[in-house]
């Protein structure tokens, strides 16, 4: 049976391209958790005093809830009627902060930090989160401050170390952050963050090779650090070292700086309620295969907006990739009946379609949502999954081709045309060459890896199967794949057992 991308595919590829997927978004989740822009501070901390804390804290404040998202708006109301009912409790009063924070109300979220240590919360978690909101308010010396008084206290808590190196380095103090960062190798010596941000620090400073000795570290504790990977570029490009400059910089580009998770990151996904990051985490569960938590999910956001398109068409989604077609189909027709030319809602039916065997509907459906965006890659995608259905590889393959001269840094949709041409049509050596743009793009990608490393194997290349498959175990996160590749080049190359 030929292989639809956006259906089935080999098993190892496809594990692998969940790994990939749900990494990034976890990751993405940390960044989201921590990052706190909150109202202005004054610089003088909390106000921890002889004198002790000042337990006369006011009621949270109410909003206008009902001028929400009816999801945010339900959640952050709960919460904030747990806060009102046991006034003095300090962990509610930090949970409706973390959930005012992460949905974007963050001037309120400072506000419910502040009263928490107030009302005695004994961690480090309000105190670090208030410093993080005066950061992004603009006031680093205030955050700073904050910061400080909070470690004065929690001398081991590594994340609150980590965030002071980074206001440091904002400030312009090397030296500084480089102390703190020193004080997050100690505490956590397994987390990639505190080697990356000494590498920064001195790197800054100009110790370069200094500089190269912790990044390289820091990359070999997560491959997956592309903030790091992109200093590491810099210093290898400061150094004179061009060709590792050039990948290092590559595999980093596009990073953020993400903060050291802490034992709030985590608990921040139950309170993320907007549209966005719902479909995110919707996303992280069908990357993982856990389809049916996809669909139950979904239907909840559904009952919430069930005139949304883009709700109707990843549920949708979810559906069929949990085994229900018809359920799909029925949904998306309905949908569609009610906005008719809706691009998301055609592309979703075409896939549903073309899964139910409907293939002249699901051609139909995405050429309709082509001709209504003309310049969106996913339509072409649509067209060329349809025309793979019908067994029309030569069609898929120049709908592909329309995609990648939309979107040109797409990584996918390479490994999707490489595919095609691989797999289906047998065009080995044009589908190396889209492997290998895909791999240009992103060095540490494991499709992209381990496509290579699989097409050097047929192709009789074993020096460079064997690159490649050393570069996928450095990655770390699919022994069995590795393991896999490993055996078929040896058999390949007809090893003694």
Same mark, same amino acid.
């Given at each position: 049976?030929?292989?639809?991308?956006? =259906?089935?595919?080999?098993?190892? *590829?496809?594990?692998?391209?969940?790994?990939?997927?749900?990494?990034?978004?976890?990751?993405?989740?940390?960044?989201?958790?921590?990052?706190?822009?909150?109202?202005?501070?004054?610089?003088?901390?909390?106000?921890?005093?002889?004198?002790?804390?000042?337990?006369? +804290?006011?009621?949270?404040?109410?909003?206008?809830?009902?001028?929400?998202?009816?999801?945010?708006?339900?959640?952050?109301?709960?919460?904030?009627? @747990?806060?009102?009912?046991?006034?003095?409790?300090?962990?509610?009063?930090?949970?409706?902060?973390?959930?005012?924070?992460?949905?974007?109300?963050?001037?309120?979220?400072?506000?419910?930090?502040?009263?928490?240590?107030?009302?005695?919360?004994?961690?480090?978690?309000?105190?670090?989160?208030?410093?993080?909101?005066?950061? /992004?308010?603009?006031?680093?010396?205030?955050?700073?401050?904050?910061?400080?008084?909070?470690?004065?206290?929690?001398? /081991?808590?590594?994340?609150?170390?980590?965030?002071?190196?980074?206001?440091?380095?904002?400030?312009?103090?090397?030296?500084?952050?480089?102390?703190?960062?020193?004080?997050?190798?100690?505490?956590?010596?397994?987390?990639?963050?505190?080697?990356? @941000?000494?590498?920064?620090?001195?790197?800054?400073?100009?110790?370069?090779?200094?500089?190269?000795?912790?990044?390289?570290?820091?990359?070999?504790?997560?491959?997956?650090?592309?903030?790091?990977?992109?200093?590491?570029?810099?210093?290898?490009?400061?150094?004179?070292?061009?060709?590792?400059?050039?990948?290092?910089? =590559?595999?980093?580009?596009?990073? =953020?700086? =993400?903060?050291?998770?802490?034992?709030?990151?985590?608990?921040?996904?139950?309170?993320?309620?907007?549209?966005?990051?719902?479909?995110? *985490?919707?996303?992280t569960l069908m990357a993982q295969g856990r389809t049916g938590e996809a669909v139950r999910q979904l239907r909840g956001v559904?009952?919430?907006?069930?005139?949304?398109?883009?709700? %109707?068409?990843?549920?949708?989604?979810?559906?069929?990739?949990?085994?229900?077609?018809?359920?799909?189909?029925?949904?998306?027709?309905? %949908?569609?009946? @009610?906005?008719?030319?809706?691009? @998301?809602?055609?592309?979703?039916?075409?896939? +549903?379609?073309?899964?139910?065997?409907?293939?002249?509907?699901?051609?139909?459906?995405?050429? !309709?949502?082509?001709?209504?965006?003309?310049?969106?890659?996913?339509?072409?995608?649509?067209?060329?999954?349809?025309?793979?259905?019908?067994?029309?590889?030569?069609?898929?393959?120049?709908?592909?081709?329309?995609?990648?001269?939309?979107?040109?840094?797409?990584? !996918?949709?390479?490994?999707?045309?490489?595919?095609?041409?691989?797999?289906?049509?047998?065009?080995?050596? /044009?589908?190396?060459?889209?492997?290998?743009?895909?791999?240009?793009?992103?060095?540490?990608?494991?499709?992209?890896?381990?496509?290579?490393?699989?097409?050097?194997?047929e192709r009789g290349n074993w020096e460079g199967a064997m690159g490649r498959v050393r570069a996928l175990e450095r990655l770390?996160?699919?022994?069995?794949? +590795?393991?896999?590749?490993?055996?078929?080049?040896?058999?390949?190359?007809?090893?003694?057992?």
């Amino acid at each position: 049976m030929k292989w639809l991308w956006a =259906t089935n595919g080999p098993p190892r *590829a496809a594990r692998l391209a969940g790994v990939w997927k749900a990494g990034l978004v976890l990751a993405g989740v940390a960044l989201v958790a921590v990052a706190l822009a909150l109202g202005k501070g004054t610089g003088r901390g909390f106000g921890w005093g002889a004198g002790g804390l000042d337990r006369k +804290v006011p009621l949270p404040v109410a909003l206008d809830w009902a001028a929400m998202d009816p999801l945010v708006g339900g959640h952050l109301e709960d919460l904030w009627r @747990g806060a009102v009912e046991v006034r003095g409790d300090a962990v509610r009063r930090s949970e409706l902060g973390l959930a005012l924070a992460v949905n974007g109300l963050w001037a309120e979220a400072r506000q419910c930090f502040v009263e928490a240590i107030r009302l005695g919360e004994k961690g480090p978690l309000p105190g670090l989160y208030g410093a993080v909101a005066l950061s /992004e308010a603009g006031d680093l010396e205030g955050a700073v401050v904050e910061l400080e008084q909070v470690l004065t206290r929690h001398p /081991e808590h590594a994340p609150s170390w980590h965030r002071l190196g980074r206001l440091r380095m904002g400030l312009g103090d090397e030296a500084g952050a480089e102390e703190a960062f020193a004080k997050v190798t100690a505490l956590a010596p397994e987390a990639w963050h505190g080697w990356a @941000g000494l590498g920064d620090a001195r790197l800054r400073a100009g110790r370069v090779e200094e500089a190269i000795e912790v990044l390289e570290r820091a990359i070999a504790l997560d491959p997956y650090a592309r903030s790091a990977r992109h200093r590491l570029g810099q210093a290898y490009q400061r150094a004179g070292r061009a060709e590792a400059a050039g990948l290092e910089l =590559t595999a980093g580009m596009a990073a =953020t700086l =993400t903060p050291m998770p802490d034992e709030w990151s985590l608990a921040a996904l139950g309170h993320m309620k907007a549209l966005p990051d719902q479909f995110e *985490a919707a996303d992280t569960l069908m990357a993982q295969g856990r389809t049916g938590e996809a669909v139950r999910q979904l239907r909840g956001v559904y009952q919430v907006h069930p005139d949304n398109a883009a709700v %109707a068409a990843r549920l949708g989604l979810a559906l069929v990739a949990d085994g229900q077609a018809e359920a799909a189909w029925n949904l998306l027709m309905a %949908a569609l009946a @009610g906005r008719p030319g809706e691009v @998301g809602l055609l592309m979703a039916a075409s896939r +549903v379609a073309v899964e139910r065997g409907m293939t002249d509907r699901g051609l139909a459906l995405a050429q !309709e949502a082509v001709l209504r965006a003309p310049r969106l890659a996913e339509a072409h995608v649509a067209v060329a999954n349809a025309w793979i259905g019908r067994e029309d590889d030569a069609e898929a393959v120049a709908a592909l081709e329309r995609a990648i001269e939309l979107a040109p840094g797409s990584v !996918e949709l390479r490994l999707q045309l490489g595919d095609v041409l691989r797999f289906n049509l047998g065009r080995v050596e /044009e589908a190396q060459g889209q492997y290998r743009r895909a791999w240009e793009r992103d060095p540490i990608h494991p499709v992209a890896l381990e496509r290579l490393a699989s097409v050097e194997i047929e192709r009789g290349n074993w020096e460079g199967a064997m690159g490649r498959v050393r570069a996928l175990e450095r990655l770390g996160i699919d022994r069995e794949a +590795v393991a896999a590749l490993k055996a078929e080049l040896a058999a390949a190359r007809g090893d003694p057992k």
